[in-house]
């Protein structure tokens, strides 16, 4: 990973440079650290909901599309926003116990599923 420069020192460097094109191309590295960071967090959170995708697709066995509806349904019924609901899941393969809101929502939507399957 890289290092990320503190907002102070980015906006004491952005005084502190002598010429516009310096000052233009800094604001552009700033900028484009802002993003990788940002590109860095939604790769985590991605894999992190495609391993709780997984997880409910061996819970019921179902396509990765019911799984991540399922998973999109539990997310707004409880309010909780998906990577979260989604790290909660795969923190249980660590002993960790699933929130209860989250655990008892997403009975209903495997039930929900199950119920779906034999009509």
Known sequence: MHQVTPPRVEQRLLRTVPSAGDAALLAEVVELRAKNEQLGRAM?????IDQARGMVMALAPCSSERAWDLLVGVSQH???KLRDVAAALVATTKDRSLPEPIQRELRRALRRLHAADRR
């Not at 985590?44 to 992190?48: F, I, K, L, P, Q």
């Open 44 to 48: 985590a959170s991605h894999a992190v």
């Open 78 to 80: 409880c309010n909780i």
